[in-house]
């Protein structure tokens, strides 16, 4: 209704409001209506009422007009008025006005987010059954020689594969760490002296010098926990796993939990965004700039989104070609070759996906909050509140 125009001439309503007919009073009542903005010279669309009460006042102005009309028989008047009710009609009624654009990139953000979720369990599963391993170990213990032990055998990935799998196993690992960080402290301490002895400036070479001296007291306090780690029995050893993998454990619940709390509060957000964006047509038009921006920066994602997407499948992969002295040919495709296409579609595409989701979220989260604060008069919600507390903590006191 909004985006229509009004059927009649305000300038024919403003002359015959002036002019000797019998109804000059009545269209100047309508005159009025119509020109109750005072921005009506803007565009005839200006004529909406903006506010409830401008659409009051508006429908008062009309109503008046049809009381003093002493034509009856005037058909234009007619014309004008039925106009005008339903301008004020579809103003003063709720209408729904969200995106289904913005549904859309939440939507895909809940099922991303799920995804997310059973990724999250899963890693919590394994970080458990670490944990289960440790507690269920049986009592063993060994004693590694400083000089025995290599300084570039320490693996992290072999380290959560393999140490779990007994004290013996998790003690190794341990000492490998500190062996291989003492290695590489010392590398770098050597490296600042060598560099300190061919320095031409005071200054440089006094800083490499504390560089050289700072990489030396890490190594030693990596040797003083390698021999404190030795020297642990079984229960230390233990305790010792069960404190890292309890860590990771917790950290993966944690990870689990914000995920899962993020997820849930999309999915109550569509609702709620759908019942926030119900406002009243002079709502409607009093921020129809606004909505405007927010439609375009939603289309603008989605084209953006689209030519991402469009970018990643027109990359072609390299296709290689073998020519064979009998003149045969054969074409292959090589994973190796084509890996750096794969990850350019893969990065395109995620950053399609991405901006979608992103950009639906935050405009759902804004137009939730901004319809929830204009489109619903909370006052009297909050007064019974208050009321109902009231009388509540009335009733405690009078028990007391």
Wanted: aromatic share 12%; glycine share 4%; charged share 25%.
């Amino acid at each position: 209704m909004r985006e229509g125009y009004l059927s009649f001439d305000v300038e024919e309503v403003k002359r015959l409001s002036v002019s000797d007919s019998p109804n000059a009073e009545a269209y100047g009542y309508l005159y009025q209506a119509v020109t109750l903005q005072t921005d009506t010279v803007k565009g005839i669309d200006d004529a909406y009422p903006e506010t409830a009460a401008e659409t009051a006042k508006m429908r008062e102005l009309v109503d008046k007009a049809k009381s003093v009309l002493a034509d009856k028989s005037d058909t234009y008047f007619q014309f004008c008025v039925t106009d005008l009710e339903m301008i004020l009609d579809w103003s003063a009624k709720r209408h729904w006005n969200f995106q289904w654009q913005v549904i859309l990139g939440v939507v895909l953000t809940v099922l991303f987010l799920s995804w997310r979720v059973d990724k999250k369990q899963e890693n919590v599963e394994d970080r458990q059954a670490l944990v289960d391993a440790v507690e269920n170990w049986a009592e063993s213990d060994t004693v590694l020689v400083w000089e025995d032990t290599p300084d570039d055998a320490y693996n992290v990935t072999a380290f959560v594969k393999y140490g779990h799998l007994s004290a013996i196993n998790y003690k190794l690992f341990s000492l490998l760490e500190k062996k291989s960080s003492y290695a590489s402290s010392m590398k770098y301490s050597n490296d600042y002296a060598a560099k300190a002895d061919t320095a031409q400036s005071k200054d440089t070479r006094k800083r490499l010098t504390e560089l050289s001296e700072e990489s030396a007291d890490n190594a030693e306090k990596y040797r003083k926990e390698f021999d404190e780690i030795n020297a642990m029995d079984f229960k230390d050893i233990r305790k010792m796993a069960l404190d890292r993998y309890g860590a990771w454990l917790e950290g993966d619940k944690a990870d689990r939990r914000a995920v899962r709390a993020w997820n849930i509060f999309f999915i109550i957000l569509i609702p709620v965004y759908i019942f926030a964006e119900r406002p009243r047509g002079y709502n409607i038009t009093r921020y129809r700039a606004e909505a405007g921006t927010l439609k375009g920066i939603s289309k603008w994602t989605y084209a953006v989104s689209a030519l991402l997407a469009g970018s990643a499948a027109s990359i072609p992969y390299i296709q290689t070609i073998t020519k064979y002295r009998s003149g045969r040919t054969e074409s292959s495709y090589d994973a190796g070759t084509n890996a750096p296409v794969m990850i350019m579609k893969a990065v395109l595409y995620i950053a399609a996906f991405a901006l979608v989701c992103v950009v639906s979220c935050i405009l759902m989260l804004y137009m939730t909050v901004q319809g929830l604060r204009r489109n619903y008069d909370w006052a009297p919600v909050a007064a019974k509140v208050k009321g109902a507390a009231a009388k509540a903590a009335s009733s405690v006191e009078k028990r007391q």
